[in-house]
């Protein structure tokens, strides 16, 4: 009987924190088993899960005091990830199996009473922590060897039960280095086409706008006139996310739990589109310990979209507020502050009015009625958003002319503001004109005061606020990328103005 340790990793929101694990078994005293270090109830209950799946395995429980502790102590720990780092500390304490591969190797995965190991969410970031601390080896469920296998750098293997790693302890037997083949995935899905939108010039133009620079849009009509539609096709006219975004997106969908049965690097911008009666807690983030991600969170480097954002409610809108500006959300709850990472953009779709008709001059709803709701669409809230458009009743079914513009054509256009955008912004660390500081648009490039001269006039009327110019000035610079030109002109910032219209919302 000797006092062992091995590791395992606590997430902390999408980052994880390595979790050292000591096994203490000594003779003498009554037949016990303590776990110290803050553990929540699952974790708690590891303790009847591991000793069963010892037994079952079939392997010697020890009878005497066992005292396992969770390092750092302060830290809390929760979830049932740890279950197979603690089998293996037990057993090797008891000397039943030798201690020398649980040096330098994290073992992750919940236990079955019978031994087998499942799944659990968030290999990913819990992976690319402990390739951070400098752990050589890894053992995962084999369910999650796929998702595990993205995370270069680090040995992975794979176990389906606890005997295979047992075995594999002894050097009696291997653990998987492949995951078994789950058949053919599911052939990726082409994002819908630009060109299925009847009409709609501006709404298109304000769609191509904000995808070549990043910013935020709010689309205002009646329904049926294309809203819905248009939002959904953002995403494809978005750029491939760069190597480090992909990690970063594919580790927040394994923490989430919705990489499927075949993970894969994330490449094309997620697209999130919540039902109005979702809550704060699903909006923001939430919940009792520690908060879990929220739709922002699943919509970072992608697409957030509000359908009928009136119908969300003040408080919800309002709680976009901070998230809109800072590119994140810190949530404190009593287990500890965590931060999660909400850089996305925001397209909300609204009816001018709680009647909607397809006419505005068959609106029979009351100007107070109008102005109320509308006005959940707060005036800080809506100063956050770039782009605002209305957008124009249907009048035909067919289109005349030329058969409107495809994706691919607007994202070659995209792709190409965006590129002279990054080539200029990226000595400063910024990927999108949306990103810039206003304080950088108004000293290191600030534009001539012929070129400014409008929006310093909206300043001076009160038009405008000094956040909604910052704006102005950056969907300018994306005009100008889209022109071709090094720098905005007159015309640019008009067009930016013109943008914030606030009768179009």
């Given at each position: 009987?000797?006092l062992?340790r091995?590791?395992?990793?606590?997430?902390?929101?999408?980052?994880?924190?390595?979790?050292?694990i000591?096994?203490?078994?000594?003779?003498?005293?009554?037949?016990?088993?303590?776990?110290?270090?803050?553990p929540d109830?699952?974790?708690?209950?590891?303790?009847?899960?591991?000793?069963?799946?010892?037994?079952?395995?079939?392997?010697?429980?020890?009878?005497?005091?066992?005292t396992?502790a969770?390092?750092?102590?302060?830290?809390?720990?929760?979830?049932t990830?740890?279950?197979?780092?603690?089998?293996?500390?037990?057993?090797?304490?008891?000397?039943?199996?030798?201690?020398?591969?649980?040096?330098?190797a994290?073992?992750l995965?919940?236990?079955?009473?019978?031994?087998?190991?499942?799944?659990?969410r968030?290999?990913?970031?819990?992976?690319?922590?402990?390739?951070?601390?400098?752990?050589?080896?890894?053992?995962?469920?084999?369910?999650?060897?796929?998702?595990?296998?993205?995370?270069?750098?680090?040995?992975?293997?794979?176990a389906?039960?606890?005997?295979d790693?047992?075995?594999?302890?002894?050097?009696?037997?291997?653990?998987?280095?492949?995951?078994?083949?789950?058949?053919?995935?599911?052939?990726?899905?082409?994002?819908?086409?630009?060109?299925?939108?009847?009409?709609?010039?501006?709404?298109?133009?304000?769609?191509?706008?904000?995808?070549?620079?990043?910013?935020?849009?709010?689309?205002?009509?009646?329904p049926?006139?294309?809203?819905?539609?248009?939002?959904?096709?953002?995403?494809?006219?978005?750029?491939?996310?760069?190597?480090?975004?992909?990690?970063?997106?594919?580790?927040?969908g394994?923490?989430?739990?919705?990489?499927?049965?075949?993970?894969?690097?994330?490449?094309?911008?997620?697209?999130?589109?919540?039902?109005?009666s979702?809550?704060?807690?699903?909006?923001?983030?939430?919940?009792?310990?520690?908060?879990?991600?929220?739709?922002?969170t699943?919509?970072?480097r992608?697409?957030?979209?509000?359908?009928?954002?009136?119908?969300?409610g003040?408080?919800?809108?309002?709680?976009?507020?901070?998230a809109?500006e800072?590119?994140?959300?810190r949530?404190?709850?009593?287990?500890?502050?965590?931060?999660?990472?909400?850089?996305?953009?925001?397209?909300?779709?609204?009816?001018?009015?709680?009647?909607?008709?397809?006419?505005?001059?068959?609106?029979?709803?009351?100007?107070?009625?109008?102005?109320?709701?509308?006005?959940?669409?707060?005036?800080?809230?809506?100063?956050?958003?770039?782009?605002?458009?209305?957008?124009?009743?249907?009048?035909?079914?067919?289109?005349?002319?030329?058969?409107?513009?495809?994706?691919?054509?607007?994202?070659?256009?995209?792709?190409?503001?965006?590129?002279?955008?990054?080539?200029?912004?990226?000595?400063?660390?910024?990927?999108?004109?949306?990103?810039?500081?206003?304080?950088?648009?108004?000293?290191?490039?600030?534009l001539?005061?012929?070129?400014?001269?409008?929006?310093?006039?909206?300043?001076?009327?009160?038009?405008?606020?000094?956040?909604?110019?910052?704006?102005?000035?950056?969907?300018?610079?994306?005009?100008?990328?889209?022109?071709?030109?090094?720098?905005?002109?007159?015309?640019h910032?008009?067009?930016a103005?013109?943008?914030?219209?606030?009768?179009?919302?």
């Open positions: 009987m000797a062992r091995t590791w395992a990793v606590a997430l902390l929101g999408v980052d994880g924190a390595l979790v050292e000591e096994a203490d078994v000594r003779k003498g005293g009554l037949p016990s088993v303590s776990l110290l270090g803050l109830s699952a974790l708690q209950e590891a303790k009847n899960r591991v000793r069963s799946a010892i037994q079952n395995c079939p392997e010697e429980w020890p009878e005497c005091c066992v396992l969770l390092s750092p102590a302060a830290m809390p720990k929760a979830g990830t740890y279950d197979l780092a603690l089998a293996c500390a037990v057993l090797s304490a008891a000397e039943l199996v030798p201690g020398h591969r649980l040096v330098d994290v073992f995965g919940e236990l079955a009473l019978d031994g087998r190991i499942r799944p659990v968030g290999l990913l970031p819990a992976l690319l922590a402990a390739r951070r601390a400098g752990m050589r080896r890894a053992v995962v469920p084999a369910a999650g060897l796929a998702e595990a296998r993205l995370v270069d750098g680090i040995e992975i293997f794979g389906e039960h606890l005997r790693v047992v075995a594999w302890l002894r050097e009696l037997g291997d653990l998987l280095r492949y995951p078994p083949d789950p058949g053919e995935p599911p052939a990726e899905q082409s994002p819908p086409d630009l060109a299925d939108v009847l009409g709609q010039p501006e709404a298109r133009w304000a769609l191509e706008v904000a995808a070549a620079g990043g910013h935020h849009l709010v689309m205002v009509g009646p049926g006139t294309g809203k819905t539609m248009l939002a959904k096709r953002l995403s494809g006219l978005l750029p491939e996310l760069p190597p480090a975004e992909s990690l970063e997106v594919t580790a927040i394994s923490v989430a739990g919705e990489l499927g049965d075949f993970p894969r690097l994330v490449r094309t911008a997620p697209f999130v589109a919540p039902h109005p979702l809550s704060i807690a699903a909006l923001i983030g939430g919940g009792s310990g520690l908060a879990r991600p929220g739709a922002v699943r919509a970072h992608g697409v957030l979209f509000l359908d009928e954002a009136c119908e969300l003040v408080k919800r809108l309002e709680a976009l507020r901070t809109l800072e590119g994140e959300v949530l404190a709850r009593r287990d500890g502050t965590l931060c999660y990472p909400a850089r996305f953009q925001l397209v909300m779709a609204t009816n001018p009015c709680p009647c909607a008709p397809v006419r505005e001059i068959d609106c029979q709803c009351a100007p107070q009625a109008r102005r109320r709701y509308l006005g959940k669409l707060s005036g800080p809230l809506l100063d956050r958003v770039d782009l605002r458009v209305r957008m124009r009743p249907i009048t035909a079914m067919v289109e005349r002319g030329d058969r409107p513009e495809g994706t691919a054509a607007v994202r070659a256009r995209v792709a190409r503001a965006r590129e002279r955008a990054r080539l200029r912004w990226e000595e400063h660390g910024w990927q999108t004109n949306s990103e810039v500081p206003g304080t950088a648009l108004r000293r290191e490039f600030a001539p005061t012929t070129a400014t001269a409008l929006l310093d006039r909206g300043l001076e009327a009160g038009a405008i606020t000094a956040r909604g110019a910052d704006r102005c000035l950056r969907v300018a610079w994306t005009l100008a990328d889209l022109d071709g030109l090094e720098r905005p002109e007159a015309d910032v008009a067009a103005l013109e943008f914030r219209d606030r009768r179009a919302a």
